[in-house]
């Protein structure tokens, strides 16, 4: 890809062309210009010849691919920038693995006031058990520690991280010697992220927008709360995202309001909803998702954090005040309450007023037939992560150790949400699973159940229009006349046009389909490679040598 030298400005006008250009106004379209941040025109290479000379820049595309930017529609930013730089557990092998993994940093950290790791899983180690309170204090040679699960739900700490919280041991989800999880686990969380210096934030949330922009994400929603992180960290990196050029980040804070007054305190920290990880329940790695059935490993289903009185009453507050909703749900009992709890709320309000507010669920995992007719009916976004089934799903996996096989099949049907009409929107719980859009996509496409499969057009829409459409945006997330100018640029093999159905693959292959190819993302197949993000006609990224 080469391109004219011109000066940097936010009102230059730019044309891209000798490439392919996904485009739903043309898709054919191997040209486009940008113009004042839009997208002001796509077409063909012949009529590109007419803006050239009008313009400020030409890039030429050399063949490469341009797309709209990426969505991730869940991400904890600040997390995923200390998992990018500091202890990360998610490649260890064993429990021997991850606690020499603990005393290799603590030693190469003498400063760090309490250490801070992520993305350990004890279901993938041959002891099949997390590290005990001993082991890890041995490890960590008397310091403060705190290790999250992959899942984020619940942790195992040092006896020198306790004892900088008085009371923990009197807490909910408190055990001596096993992962700490509810109240217990938001205390030591709190500790722990409290530690951290503004600069050490900063540095992990410029990190994380970075590698963001490096895959093609040009937005990110930023699921923040009280249990999760804190007010500071919150509008600092809404703050810095506002200051520095890089990816969008629209910001939810979750925390149940009941009036106006609670409405406003939620716009006055920036946030676009009281939404996020407003926990209904926890997450089937640690045992807390919240069932209607016992689990098959353990004698119990779950917590309930929630009720559907409660979720009334804040989808009652946050509609009446123009305010989105959301919840985190993930067990089928969760999801049941939370679909109640919304229509309880239509009833009151008017089901048309409830629908308009777009109310989204994260997650969303262990749907019915009944719920997804809910979803359909109430208007709520679907925000879920198809990279859940890549590391969780399959007979062998997680699901099947905490459901049972059965019930393990039924989670993340992908393809009976769009039958149904439900709105989704994909995202990667970063750190929980990574960064990682087009694999996104592909997990969604070869979800490991195949009935749950959908295309990779339906997969790839739900990461770009599908994150704009959650936030109240019909108008942006596809290359269009109008739209934002926030495009991605990419090296990549032959575009295709995969669905899980040959018969709709080979229609839509046909010229007379008018449907736009895009990567193959059959497993093995190499990703494409991002050359460049750009967020409202502003270049985030270049990938170096280019």
């Known amino acids: 890809m080469t391109?004219?030298?011109?000066?940097?400005?936010?009102?230059?006008?730019?044309l891209l062309r000798?490439?392919?250009?996904h485009s739903p106004a043309d898709p054919f379209a191997t040209a486009m210009v940008v113009e004042r941040g839009h997208v002001a025109w796509v077409g063909s290479e012949g009529a590109a010849d007419a803006f050239a000379s009008g313009v400020d820049e030409v890039i030429d595309l050399d063949g490469a691919l341009v797309t709209p930017a990426f969505t991730d529609a869940h991400v904890h930013t600040t997390s995923t920038g200390l998992a990018l730089t500091g202890l990360d557990l998610s490649g260890a092998r064993s429990l021997p693995d991850a606690l020499a993994l603990v005393r290799a940093y603590v030693n190469t950290h003498p400063g760090d006031r309490v250490l801070l790791g992520h993305g350990w899983d004890a279901t993938r180690w041959p002891e099949q058990r997390p590290p005990s309170r001993t082991e890890l204090d041995a490890a960590a040679g008397g310091r403060p520690v705190y290790l999250p699960r992959i899942d984020v739900h619940s942790a195992v700490v040092t006896t020198a991280l306790l004892d900088l919280v008085p009371g923990v041991t009197e807490l909910a989800g408190y055990h001596p010697d096993a992962p700490l999880t509810g109240p217990a686990h938001h205390a030591v969380r709190s500790a722990a992220?409290?530690?951290?210096?503004?600069?050490q934030r900063t540095e992990a949330?410029?990190?994380?927008l970075r590698h963001a922009a490096s895959l093609g994400i040009g937005t990110v929603h930023e699921c923040a709360g009280p249990d999760i992180s804190d007010e500071d960290d919150f509008t600092g990196l809404l703050a810095l995202a506002a200051e520095q050029p890089g990816p969008r980040v629209h910001?939810?804070?979750?925390?149940?309001?009941?009036?106006?007054?609670?409405?406003?305190?939620?716009?006055?920290?920036?946030?676009i909803g009281a939404a996020g990880d407003l926990f209904v329940d926890g997450s089937l790695g640690s045992h807390t998702a919240c069932l209607h059935e016992p689990y098959a490993d353990a004698?119990?289903?779950?917590?309930?954090?929630?009720?559907?009185?409660?979720?009334?009453?804040?989808v009652t507050a946050c509609t009446e005040a123009g305010l989105q909703a959301g919840f985190h749900a993930i067990g089928d009992?969760?999801?049941a309450a939370v679909v109640a709890g919304v229509r309880a709320a239509s009833e009151t309000l008017g089901l048309a007023r409830v629908r308009a507010a777009r109310h989204r669920v994260e997650h969303v995992e262990m749907l019915t037939p009944e719920t997804i007719a809910g979803f359909a009916e109430l208007g709520l976004t679907a925000s879920v992560q198809p990279a859940f089934d890549a590391a969780w799903g399959g007979e062998d996996g997680m699901y099947a150790q905490r459901l049972g096989v059965e019930r393990a099949r039924t989670l993340n049907p992908y393809a009976a949400l769009l039958r149904t009409g439900v709105p989704l929107a994909f995202g990667s719980d970063s750190p929980v699973t990574p960064l990682d859009p087009w694999g996104t996509v592909r997990a969604a496409a070869f979800h490991r159940t195949p009935e749950h499969r959908i295309s990779v057009r339906a997969g790839f829409t739900a990461h770009t229009r599908?994150?704009?459409?959650?936030v109240g945006r019909d108008d942006a997330g596809v290359l269009v006349p109008g739209a934002p100018a926030d495009y991605a640029i990419w090296r990549t093999s032959e575009l295709v046009v995969q669905a899980p159905d040959d018969r709709v693959a080979r229609w839509s292959t046909d010229p007379r389909s008018g449907t736009p190819g895009l990567p193959d993302l059959t497993p093995g197949a190499e990703l494409p490679v991002c050359l460049r993000t750009v967020v409202f006609g502003q270049t985030v990224y270049v990938r170096p040598n280019e």
């Open 193 to 199: 992220h409290g530690a951290l210096s503004s600069r």
């Open 3 to 14: 391109e004219s030298t011109a000066p940097q400005s936010d009102h230059r006008t730019v």
């Open 251 to 271: 910001g939810y804070w979750a925390e149940r309001i009941s009036d106006e007054k609670g409405a406003r305190r939620i716009r006055e920290l920036g946030a």
């Open 18 to 21: 000798g490439g392919d250009v």
């Open 466 to 470: 599908g994150g704009w459409r959650a």
């Open 299 to 314: 004698p119990h289903t779950g917590s309930a954090h929630l009720d559907a009185a409660e979720i009334a009453a804040h």
């Open 333 to 335: 009992a969760a999801v």
């Open 205 to 208: 949330q410029r990190a994380a």
